[in-house]
Nanobody
Framework: EVQLVESGGGLVQVGGSLRLSCAASGFTFEDYAIGWFRQAPGKEREGISCISSRDDDTYYADSVKGRFTISSDNAKNTVYLQMNSLKPEDTAVYFC????????????????????WGKGTLVTVSS
């Protein structure tokens, strides 16, 4: 059974930091791209950062570039999202996702190319 389990969400003040984790199981981790998407209230789900498990190639949406860092620990089948300088507009439910292959820009560009989803973790940034 494929599982993507997110953790690390919570309440943080503006300018603070959080690190999200996504623990994957049930598939061959190295064959997949892993990404982080988020969905704020009343908005569409958007891809914000994706990483190739094969070569650690990364992609960031402009909204998080320079503030968020995605990384992968293949030995633990886990992907992390370090989020710094958080803003109120970062408030959302954050979802981990997996897609077979290594097309990280295609994956982060839309939700339709995702093969598996986690259940999400809530991040709230208070001002």
């Amino acid at each position: 059974e494929v599982q993507l389990v997110e953790s690390g969400g919570g309440l943080v003040q503006v300018g603070g930091s959080l690190r999200l984790s996504c623990a994957a199981s049930g598939f061959t981790f190295e064959d997949y791209a892993i990404g982080w998407f988020r969905q704020a209230p009343g908005k569409e789900r958007e891809g914000i950062s994706c990483i190739s498990s094969r070569d650690d190639d990364t992609y960031y949406a402009d909204s998080v570039k320079g503030r968020f860092t995605i990384s992968s620990d293949n030995a633990k089948n886990t992907v992390y999202l370090q989020m710094n300088s958080l803003k109120p507009e970062d408030t959302a439910v954050y979802f981990c996702a997996a897609r077979l292959g290594y097309l990280i820009r295609t994956m982060c560009g839309g939700i339709h190319g995702v093969d598996y989803w986690g259940k999400g973790t809530l991040v709230t940034v208070s001002s």
